[in-house]
């Protein structure tokens, strides 16, 4: 069983790996850019989606 993975972008320019990932008990919860912050998805219920930011070499180096 391979988990399809689905690349998503956000309107900022970051990417994201989504996957999906079923659970035993109900979840509801959301997931926001963490870069801007808009809200990318929102779930309720046993399979919810799994976010990885994908890093991207182009992007230019911030520092905090
Ligand atoms: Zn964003």
């Known amino acids: 069983m391979t988990?399809?993975?689905t690349i998503i972008s956000c309107a900022c320019g970051v990417q994201y790996e989504r996957q999906?990932?079923?659970i035993a008990i109900k979840d509801i919860g959301l997931f926001e850019c963490v870069e801007c912050g808009a809200r990318m998805e929102i779930w309720s219920g046993r399979v919810?989606?799994?976010f990885k930011r994908i890093?991207?070499?182009?992007?230019p180096k911030r520092s905090a």
Do not use: I
Not at 55 to 59: G, I, P, T, Y
């Open 20 to 22: 999906e990932r079923a």
């Open 55 to 59: 890093k991207s070499d182009a992007a």
């Open 3 to 5: 988990p399809e993975t």
């Open 48 to 50: 919810v989606p799994v």
